[in-house]
């Protein structure tokens, strides 16, 4: 099975270089990293970081950031770049969008979560998801929509955390006892950098399903993602533009401003119609209150651990 983790796209500065800013990578915490380049002899002065982005894919996100800010490129063999500081966030946000958003996965195939899979998927307004289960072992009911979500700003991001059972996750929608809470709501181990706005706490048991749809430039073109729980899932979503509706109120996850489109209809019902999930356990009931306290950021976001207790990372980036 292939497996997901999360590292950052960072952008720094160094005061000594007001005029250019560093785009790189890591799968450490940012701060990590800029105090090791901050140690380098001839470095005058510490770096500081301005920009963070939790994603998967880094290393291609990053790649696609240098090569859009080729130009502006100091050194074709460092990562500097002369650029206000804005226009490297914004580099950064767009790409982070273009390599991890709908577009960017497969479609025609199921793509499982399980093991110690850290998913953060990218996404634009108006896109729909619905949440698929079976209400039995033998699926003789077939798939069932559960509910419904909407991401309302381009550049939401929809996270999904595997996790070890039930007790560890919990969902707002199923009137768990925190359920609204955000279960990342910083990036650096201090606690002082943070996370995006929480709009949607939600849960998967073994066996659900989301159907991630975006609609095509045709009408009756769209884009269905299908995802498959193999474990438990911890998923949260969050936005850095909240919206609000008409009387105010803010739009969350699982508050749908606009209608499926036909396209989306006919794409939900082909996923209803789908064999069986291969792993299976019955969904929770609401939890009212805990036996023991939801884990903290740090099971969700290894990085913010002691280094002692971190997993050994997977993939390239860890510099």
């Not at 989306?264 to 209150?289: D, H």
Request: overall charge negative; some cysteine; hydrophobic content about 40%.
């Amino acid at each position: 099975m292939i497996t997901h983790d999360t590292g950052f796209v960072y952008v720094m500065r160094n005061p000594a270089m007001p005029d250019m800013v560093k785009i790189g990578l890591t799968t450490l915490l940012p701060e990590e990293r800029a105090a090791k380049i901050s140690s380098h002899e001839g470095v005058p002065l510490p770096f500081e970081v301005l920009f963070r982005a939790l994603t998967v894919r880094w290393s291609k996100v990053e790649k696609l950031v240098h090569q859009r800010l080729s130009r502006q490129r100091v050194n074709p063999r460092r990562e500097y770049f002369s650029v206000s500081a804005d226009i490297a966030v914004a580099t950064v946000r767009e790409c982070v969008l273009e390599v991890n958003g709908n577009d960017a996965w497969e479609v025609g195939e199921i793509h499982p979560i399980g093991g110690e899979d850290r998913i953060t998927l990218a996404l634009e307004a108006g896109e729909v998801f619905v949440l698929l289960a079976q209400p039995s072992l033998f699926g003789g009911g077939g798939w069932e929509p559960l509910d419904l979500w909407q991401a309302h700003a381009d550049g939401d991001q929809l996270e999904i955390y595997a996790a070890d059972g039930p007790d560890e996750i919990a969902g707002f929608s199923d009137g768990d006892v925190g359920g609204d809470d955000d279960p990342v709501p910083h990036l650096d181990a201090a606690g002082n950098v943070a996370n995006g706005v929480l709009i949607g706490r939600e849960r998967l048991a073994p066996g659900d399903r989301i159907l991630w749809m975006r609609d095509g430039e045709q009408p009756a073109a769209c884009r269905g993602v299908l995802f498959e729980a193999r474990e438990y899932c911890q998923i949260a979503c969050r936005t850095w533009n909240p919206q609000v509706n008409s009387v105010g109120m803010p739009l969350i996850l699982n508050y749908l401003e606009r209608d499926p489109s036909p396209a989306m209809v006919a794409v939900s019902q082909l996923a209803l119609r789908l064999p069986g999930p291969r792993t299976w356990a019955p969904r929770p009931t609401a939890r009212e209150e805990l036996s023991l306290p939801l884990p903290g950021p740090e099971r969700w976001l290894p990085q913010l651990r002691p280094k002692k207790d971190r997993p050994p990372r997977r993939g390239k980036g860890s510099a």
